[in-house]
C-alpha cells in the first residue's frame, strides 16, 4: 500500500508538472505569437520607412551611390540613368574628397563621404548636374565680356566715325576735280572702300546697343519661312537640305525685323559651315512662358576656343569676315530679354539655342 501511495502521489506530481509546462508552453506560444506579430509589424514598418527613404533617394536631382571595397551597394534612380558603374569609372579619386567631370556634354559635380557607422571602408558619393549654373556662369562671364568690349567698340568707331567723314569728303572733292580716267577710277574704288567701313561702323553703332524695338505679336514660323525663302536659291546650289519642324500654338512679341536678321545671320553661318553641303534643321518649340528656336547643322562645327569667342566683335574664322555677325545676333536677343547658346563638335555640326520670352517681357 505505501508503495501505490507513492506511486500515485508520484503520478499526480507528473500530472500537475504536466499541466505546468503544458501551461507554460500554451502562455509562452502566445508570447511567440505576439512577438512574431510585433516583429511582422516592425518589418512592414521597416519596408514602408524603406519606400519611402527610396522614394525620397529617387525623388532627389543628385546622383547617391554607396560603395564597399570597390563594389557597389546601392544607388538611387538618378545614378542609374547616369550609368553608376560607368559614374564611378569616371571619377578619378586620387585621394580627392571632391571635383568635378564632363559627360556627353553635361558637367558634373561630385563629392565623397566615408560613412561613419561602417568598418568596412563604406563610402557614399554624391553627383550633382551643374550644366546650368556652369551655362549661367557662361552667360555671365559672355555678358560682362560682351559689355566691356561694345563700350570699346563703340569708343573705336567713334574715333573712326571722324576721320572717314573728312576722306569721304575730300574724295568727293577730289572725283569732281577734273583728271584721267586712271585716277579717277582710283578715286571711286577709295570712295566705295570708305562706304564699306562706313557700312561696318554703322552696323556696329547700331547694334552694339540696339535701338528701341519694335515689338509686335506675331508667330516665329512666318519669319522663318520668309527667310527660308529668301535663301532657299542659294541653299540648294550648295546642296544643302533644309528641313523646318514647328510647333507654335500661340503668338509670340518680337521684333520681326531683327529676328529676320538674327536668323539670316544663323543660316548663313550654317551654310558656310557646310561647304560639300549637308542638312540644315531648324525647330520651332513652345512651353508655357517662351519660345524656343533651334538652328542646327552638320556642317564641320568648332573648336572650345573658337566657340568662346563666337559672339565677340570682329572675331571670325572666314577669311573674308568682319566678325559682326554673331554679336549683332547676341545683342539682339539680348534686347529681347531672351538667351542664345551654342553647342558644336568638330566635324559633327553646330546648334544655336534661342529661348525668347513669350510676352517679350
Not at 560613412?115 to 550644366?131: M, P, Q, S, Y
Amino acid at each position: 500500500m505505501r508503495e501505490q501511495d507513492l506511486l500515485k502521489d508520484a503520478f499526480l506530481e507528473f500530472s500537475r508538472a504536466s499541466e505546468s509546462v503544458i501551461a507554460y508552453y500554451s502562455l509562452l506560444e502566445k508570447k511567440i505569437e505576439g512577438l512574431k506579430k510585433e516583429i511582422e509589424e516592425k518589418n512592414r514598418e521597416l519596408e514602408k520607412t524603406k519606400e519611402y527613404l527610396s522614394t525620397i533617394l529617387d525623388s532627389l536631382p543628385l546622383a547617391v551611390v554607396v560603395t564597399e571595397k570597390g563594389k557597389i551597394l546601392f544607388f538611387n534612380k538618378r545614378a542609374d540613368e547616369l550609368d553608376a558603374l560607368h559614374l564611378i569609372q569616371k571619377i578619378t579619386f586620387n585621394g580627392k574628397k571632391g571635383g568635378e567631370f564632363k559627360k556627353g556634354g553635361y558637367s558634373y559635380r561630385w563629392k565623397k563621404e566615408t560613412l561613419k557607422d561602417r568598418t568596412n571602408g563604406a563610402e557614399i558619393i554624391v553627383v550633382e548636374d551643374v550644366t546650368e549654373v556652369e551655362k549661367m556662369k557662361e552667360r555671365l562671364e559672355i555678358d560682362e565680356r560682351m559689355k566691356a568690349m561694345g563700350e570699346m567698340a563703340l569708343r573705336i568707331a567713334h574715333e573712326i566715325k571722324n576721320p572717314l567723314s573728312s576722306m569721304e569728303l575730300f574724295a568727293s572733292i577730289l572725283l569732281k576735280e577734273s583728271m584721267d580716267e586712271r585716277h579717277k577710277t582710283y578715286i571711286e574704288h577709295i570712295c566705295v572702300g570708305i562706304k564699306n567701313i562706313d557700312r561696318i561702323v554703322n552696323n556696329l553703332l547700331s547694334y552694339t546697343k540696339p535701338k528701341a524695338l519694335s515689338l509686335k505679336k506675331g508667330k516665329l514660323s512666318s519669319v522663318v519661312r520668309e527667310v527660308l525663302d529668301f535663301l532657299s536659291l542659294s541653299l540648294e546650289q550648295k546642296g544643302i537640305v533644309v528641313s523646318f519642324h514647328e510647333k507654335e500654338r500661340e503668338t509670340t512679341v518680337f521684333d520681326p525685323h531683327l529676328m529676320k536678321l538674327v536668323l539670316m545671320n544663323l543660316l548663313v553661318n550654317a551654310k558656310d559651315a557646310l561647304p560639300e553641303g549637308g542638312k540644315i534643321e531648324i525647330r520651332l518649340e513652345q512651353r508655357e512662358d517662351h519660345t524656343i528656336l533651334l538652328v542646327s547643322d552638320n556642317g564641320i562645327g568648332m573648336s572650345e576656343e573658337v566657340k568662346k569667342n563666337i559672339f565677340n566683335p570682329f572675331f571670325t574664322t572666314k577669311d573674308r569676315g568682319v566678325g559682326l555677325g554673331l554679336f549683332i545676333v547676341y545683342n539682339i536677343i539680348k534686347a529681347h530679354n531672351g538667351i542664345i547658346e551654342v553647342e558644336s563638335e568638330i566635324d559633327k555640326g553646330t546648334r544655336f539655342t534661342i529661348h525668347l520670352p513669350s510676352n517679350g517681357l
